[in-house]
Structure formats: structure tokens, C-alpha cells
């Protein structure tokens, strides 16, 4: 899979994938990450990438030509199942779409900022616009890193075990259930029994019972879907 991603602040967006995971996902080919700084895109002396509003009103807006040159270059270059743009009015992220992006060859990410994109760039260019919750960020950077994340995990031998991604809270719209490790009894507080019992069938079903019991308690909406 190969991931672009769009932004006037590269800095901040680098570090997520310099450490942990994502890294070894990188160095193991698994994954390539490349950013584009839109001011790299820009034909002014200043590098601008943003102006006022037609119409008036507070806040300013990414102007529509340098995204244009960037999108068009990597579009001449291979081709992208999406163009994703990151925005708190897109569709709010959740495991099904990491799943579904986690399948694609090749995605485009545009991080938003200020008040966001010109409309013509969300008309003739995105392909999808996602949001990584009901609330603010000061640019779509924060949220690009939350995306790749929840998606390079699920891309096939980036996790270790194979099996862990398959197992995490929401793969079946369900929370995980408790996990312990030792000491088996710790100041008193023990291991429940039956995880020492060696019968998986019972281990298993034990586990789908404390997961539905989560779910019901935190996350009852989860169970209507
Ligand atoms: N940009 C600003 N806020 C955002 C959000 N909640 N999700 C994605 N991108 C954003």
C-alpha cells in the first residue's frame, strides 16, 4: 500500500511514523509514506497557500491551485482508488472504514486547515472525506496520523500476530473483553479460573460473554447496529 499524504505542516505530521509500528510497517516494505508540503506547490514568492473568503466571514481558505498541481502530479504518476480529505463534517471514522482503506493500493490524504479547503477542491477532487470525531482540531494533520494508523495495523504482517487485529474491540462491533497476564494472584486480586482451566471452547465462550457484558454497559449502540 502506498499512502500520500497532502499538508502545509509535514513536521507535524512525520513523528507517528518514525517510532513503533508504523515504523516497522515502513521498513518492512509493508507500507510506503510520503508527505507533499502544498507550499512546495505554490508559484509566489510567499508560498501561499491560503486566502480570504469570497463573501466575507471570519477564517481563511486553502486556495484550490496548489492542491490542484499536487493532486494532478501524483495522479500522472499512479493511480488512486481515493482521495481522501480530512474534515470534522466528513464521515466519522470507524474500524469498517479502516478495514475497507486497509485493501487499497494507492490513497491520497489531504489534511485541511484554517477554515478549511475551497468547495471546488472537495467537488472535482475528493473521493471521500472523513472525520476522526465531533470535535475541532486546528488542522486535518492530527487526524491524517489517526487514519494511517487504524489502517497500516490491519494491512497483513504488520501486526506480529496475525491474529491481533482480528481480536481487537469493534472487528465484530463488539468491545474486547478483560485480558490478565501474571502474576496469576496479585495482593489478593486474582485471575478469574476458567483462563487456567486449558479448555478453550469454555475460555472462548467465557470471552464472548464478558465482551457482550462491556459492550451492554459502555457502548449499548454498538449492539443495535
Ligand atoms: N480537521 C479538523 N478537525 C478534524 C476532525 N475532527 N477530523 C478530521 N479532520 C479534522
Known amino acids: 500500500?502506498?499512502?500520500?499524504?497532502?499538508?502545509?505542516l509535514p513536521e507535524l505530521l512525520k513523528s507517528p511514523f518514525e517510532a513503533s509500528i508504523l515504523k516497522r510497517a515502513i521498513e518492512a516494505g509493508l507500507v510506503e509514506v510520503y508527505f507533499?508540503?502544498?507550499?512546495?506547490?505554490?508559484?509566489?514568492?510567499?508560498?501561499?497557500?491560503?486566502?480570504?473568503q469570497f463573501g466575507g466571514g471570519a477564517g481563511m481558505?486553502?486556495?484550490?491551485?496548489?492542491?490542484?498541481?499536487?493532486?494532478?502530479?501524483?495522479?500522472?504518476?499512479?493511480?488512486y482508488e481515493e482521495v481522501i480529505y480530512m474534515t470534522p463534517d466528513g464521515?466519522?471514522?470507524?474500524?469498517?472504514?479502516?478495514?475497507?482503506?486497509?485493501?487499497?493500493?494507492?490513497?491520497?490524504?489531504?489534511?485541511?486547515?484554517?477554515?478549511?479547503?475551497?468547495?471546488?477542491?472537495?467537488?472535482?477532487?475528493i473521493t471521500r472525506e472523513i472525520s476522526i470525531g465531533d470535535y475541532v482540531l486546528s488542522g486535518g494533520?492530527?487526524?491524517?496520523?489517526?487514519?494511517?494508523?487504524?489502517?497500516i495495523r490491519l494491512i497483513p504482517g504488520v501486526l506480529g500476530n496475525e491474529t491481533s487485529a482480528l481480536t481487537d474491540s469493534f472487528q465484530d462491533n463488539l468491545l474486547a473483553p478483560p485480558i490478565y497476564t501474571r502474576p496469576r494472584n496479585y495482593k489478593g486480586w486474582r485471575v478469574p479460573e476458567v483462563l487456567f482451566s486449558g479448555n478453550f471452547p469454555e475460555i472462548e465462550k467465557w470471552r464472548e460473554e464478558k465482551a457482550y457484558e462491556h459492550t451492554k454497559k459502555r457502548r449499548p449502540d454498538l449492539l443495535n447496529d
Request: one cysteine or more.
Open 36 to 52: 507533499h508540503n502544498l507550499r512546495d506547490y505554490t508559484t509566489d514568492n510567499y508560498k501561499t497557500v491560503d486566502d480570504y
Open 91 to 125: 464521515e466519522t471514522l470507524t474500524q469498517g472504514i479502516a478495514n475497507q482503506l486497509s485493501l487499497k493500493e494507492n490513497i491520497i490524504i489531504l489534511c485541511g486547515h484554517y477554515k478549511g479547503v475551497d468547495q471546488r477542491v472537495r467537488d472535482h477532487f
Open 1 to 8: 500500500m502506498r499512502i500520500d499524504i497532502i499538508t502545509v
Open 61 to 79: 481558505v486553502m486556495m484550490v491551485e496548489p492542491i490542484d498541481k499536487c493532486i494532478t502530479k501524483l495522479k500522472s504518476e499512479r493511480e
Open 141 to 151: 494533520e492530527l487526524g491524517a496520523a489517526v487514519l494511517c494508523d487504524a489502517v
